[in-house]
């Protein structure tokens, strides 16, 4: 399997997630943020894109110029696997990210081990700074 590259926005958005360019670009339209050379840009752009299928490695790249020249901040994710392929073509792929609890690949930390380790390293007892929850309230 090759190299999967993202271009996403470098934040999160109100509902904390990072959309993709085009989305960013779309939504500098929307908000009426773009000159006439660049609306009409985007609108050729879309229509293009919606007829044709475009290469999305081929429309990045004006897509990243157009975020460019509006200050918006955008980032690039690579991956070698970018979680369960629902689709692939010979330029793209639909992947449903991995999630947290089904695919971290290590065992929970048992409770307390951190604390542990500093107070071994910090050279203090352990038993009369750990907070123990059945003492709560005494």
């Known amino acids: 399997m090759g190299e999967f590259i ?8 109100r509902r ?7 989305a960013m670009a779309n939504g500098l339209g929307t908000e009426g943020l773009l ?3 660049d609306r009409q840009w985007l609108r050729i752009g879309n229509a293009n894109a919606s007829a044709n299928y475009v ?4 429309a990045a790249a004006d897509c990243l110029d157009l975020l460019d020249r509006n200050d918006i901040p955008w980032t690039a994710l690579r991956t070698r696997n970018p ?3 629902v689709y692939e073509d010979e330029v793209q792929v639909v992947a ?6 089904t695919h ?4 929970p930390r048992r409770k307390g081990i951190h604390y542990r380790a500093a107070h071994r390293l910090l050279g203090t007892d352990i038993e009369k700074n750990l907070w123990h929850p059945d003492e709560q309230g005494k």
Do not use: L
Not at 16 to 22: A, E, K, N, S
Not at 104 to 107: A, G, I
């Open 6 to 13: 993202r271009y996403q926005s470098a934040v999160p958005n």
């Open 16 to 22: 904390g997630r990072c959309p993709g360019v085009f």
């Open 35 to 37: 000159n006439e050379a």
């Open 55 to 58: 290469d999305p490695t081929t």
């Open 83 to 85: 979680g369960r392929i």
């Open 96 to 101: 449903v990210p991995y999630t947290h609890e």
């Open 104 to 107: 971290w690949p290590f065992r």
